[in-house]
């Protein structure tokens, strides 16, 4: 649970008055890299000894991901009675980014619950949009959400989240002004002080194109294909989610950009650990709920088995892997490419050809 200490040692950074960006932990000499607001929520962790607080953790990542199989079987339009959570709820355990979050310590189910709450409550709920920008404000990557609401002409929803994250923002300010304006004017840029882009432990874009052409800095050739990426998955994602509504859907088109839009975030994202994958739970959930029992099986053995770290990546020879290894190093990106072209394939259907909206009885396409 090397992150759970980072988040303790920003808490006590926070308690005690001490640089929250000048202090490494861990035998990784790991750094605080989350927005000061994260760091003031992470004080109570600074009340209870380590091994209390690891089982607290432990515990409550379990709760939490029964939770997000909760969300995600309602993002499907389904229920999950009791056996069935508990068992999804164990069977999800094997998923490496799952299992990933729970040996880390981190926080990755808590900000996807947190999203995936809000989102899937009805138009019009009171106040939608505030747990969405709480979540951007200590994670910063489900801003991608707000942009989201805001093309799929939920302004207001779109508007609140953008409010409760300047809150968050100002909140931190309060506590901590000098780390404040350390953050957003040096530390944000500094992507570096999160790990090294190239190993294998990132499954984001950059990291499989690093990786790819055997460069620790790719540069161009990552920012320009990150940028078309984080343009085509945005307009796919508004895309499903106005044509379901064109012709009458129950919110099918929704859940669709939900997860559209979640995978581009970690594709664009400079790192995404292979931990912040957690996203396919609700992923699964869908694709069973929509009669896709072989694309779900697929998915699920990509997100167990585990390919990365079967091979050699002790020090940097994650950059000289052979060709035939690269898929194998890099699976949950080519698994979210697969995605955004499996949504484009369906958005450039011609009209003569193409299925009726997604009911309950014809829910196999991505609407």
Not at 62 to 78: D, H, N, P
Not at 95 to 115: M, R, S, Y
Not at 230 to 252: E, N, Q
């Amino acid at each position: 649970m090397a992150d759970l200490l980072v988040y303790r040692a920003e808490g006590e950074a926070v308690v005690h008055g001490g640089d929250l960006y000048g202090f490494t932990v861990t035998e990784w000499r790991l750094p605080a890299t989350y927005p000061p607001f994260a760091a003031v929520l992470f004080v109570p962790t600074t009340w209870v000894p380590v091994p209390a607080l690891k089982v607290a953790f432990l515990a409550g990542n379990a709760l939490l991901l029964a939770s997000l199989v909760t969300l995600s079987a309602r993002l499907a339009g389904r229920t999950a009675p009791l056996p069935l959570l508990c068992a999804a709820t164990a069977g999800a355990l094997w998923l490496e980014p799952v299992f990933q979050t729970v040996l880390f310590g981190q926080i990755n189910l808590a900000i996807t619950c947190l999203v995936l709450w809000d989102l899937t409550r009805p138009s019009g709920a009171r106040a939608k949009g505030l747990a969405l920008g709480i979540a951007t404000g200590v994670k910063l990557t489900p801003a991608v959400f707000i942009a989201y609401l805001f093309l799929t002409a939920r302004r207001k929803e779109a508007g609140v989240a953008t409010a409760s994250f300047t809150g968050t923002a100002l909140l931190g300010a309060l506590f901590l002004p000098s780390a404040t304006a350390d953050f957003w004017t040096r530390r944000l840029f500094e992507t570096g002080r999160v790990g090294r882009a190239w190993i294998i432990d990132n499954q984001s874009l950059q990291g499989l194109i690093a990786r790819a052409l055997h460069s620790e800095t790719p540069g161009l050739t990552w920012a320009i294909p990150a940028t078309a990426v984080a343009a085509a998955g945005l307009w796919l994602a508004s895309r499903v989610h106005r044509d379901d509504r064109r012709a009458g859907g129950r919110d099918t088109g929704d859940r669709w950009g939900i997860l559209l839009t979640a995978f581009t975030a970690l594709l664009i994202s400079p790192i995404s650990w292979s931990h912040h994958w957690v996203w396919c739970v609700p992923l699964l959930a869908v694709l069973l709920a929509t009669g896709r029992a072989r694309l779900a099986l697929a998915a699920g053995a990509v997100f167990t088995a585990r390919t990365m770290w079967l091979l050699p990546h002790e020090g940097d020879l994650d950059l000289r892997l052979p060709w035939w290894q690269q898929p194998l190093a890099a699976p949950y990106p080519l698994m979210g490419l697969a995605l955004l072209a499996g949504a484009a394939a369906h958005a450039l259907d011609p009209p003569g050809r193409a299925q009726p909206s997604v009911s309950s009885s014809s829910a196999s396409t991505i609407r």
